[in-house]
């Protein structure tokens, strides 16, 4: 598990640990059932208090998508979440956004920008029937 903090992005740090490991779940690099690193051993490897991790684990477990088994370590939920859904969503509207900015300083516009969307998932073998089901 590959989480970066910075203290000076300005968002508190726990926020930041819960953003990224949202992130690594949404994205399916955290599947249902793996385990997260214990809350000292990824506090050490950020440099930063126990408390922090442990905040962003009780929260992420509040939201349903990790799990603790006295014991045994925090595992990402078993259960699944909507919230997994709801994340991959608002990344991929992030990408969008970042598509269009681009689109409209280079001087293109939707359609052209949509065009070049279609062209790419041609590319990638993407047909306009592929979804992810859950």
Aim: cysteine-free; glycine content about 10%.
């Amino acid at each position: 598990m590959r989480l970066r903090i910075s203290p000076q992005n300005g968002m508190p740090l726990y926020l930041q640990l819960i953003s990224q490991i949202k992130y690594l779940i949404a994205s399916g690099s955290l599947r249902p059932g793996d385990e997260v690193l214990p809350i000292r051993v990824l506090a050490e490897q950020l440099v930063i208090n126990p408390n922090t991790v442990a905040r962003a684990y009780r929260d992420l477990e509040g939201e349903g998508l990790l799990t603790t088994r006295r014991g045994a370590g925090t595992y990402v939920s078993e259960r699944g979440s909507p919230l997994a859904r709801r994340e991959r969503v608002r990344i991929l509207s992030e990408h969008a956004d970042a598509l269009l900015v681009a689109a409209r300083q280079l001087g293109f516009g939707l359609e052209q920008a949509l065009d070049a969307v279609r062209d790419r998932a041609k590319a990638l073998g993407m047909g306009q029937g592929d979804t992810n089901h859950e």
